[in-house]
């Protein structure tokens, strides 16, 4: 094999080589590209996630607040209940206490000590 030829086969090997390089080059501008196009998705899915997220934790916010607001309200009820029936029970099942018990004069006395009023 002469000069030129060996020189020739470096050169087409060459080519070849460069000729691969460009090719990968291209498939990797091509996944480079289809690695773009899944992340800006990826982002804008995430946008939406965090928009829709942000949705519920404010709708089960208000849903708790709602819920402890009516137990609230029945807690306070129900205590007022408790202590509405504790004082009117109190006062409903004694009797009334005559002068007798309480010390004063016996209104069915016969005798005054101290006379008839005039």
Do not use: C, Y
Not at 32 to 52: G, I, M, P
């Amino acid at each position: 094999m002469s000069k030129t030829q060996q020189i020739q086969a470096q050169v087409q090997e060459t080519i070849g080589v460069m000729n691969d390089n460009i090719h990968k080059v291209v498939q990797r501008g091509e996944r480079l590209e289809d690695l773009n196009e899944r992340s800006e998705n990826l982002a804008q899915s995430s946008e939406a996630f965090k928009a829709r997220s942000k949705e519920v934790r404010m709708k089960m916010f208000w849903q708790d607040t709602k819920t402890k607001v009516i137990l609230g309200g029945v807690a306070v009820v129900v205590i007022g209940l408790i202590v509405g029936l504790s004082v009117w029970g109190a006062g409903v099942g004694k009797t009334t206490t005559t002068s007798k018990e309480v010390g004063g004069p016996n209104p069915n006395a016969t005798s005054s000590p101290v006379g008839p009023a005039r």
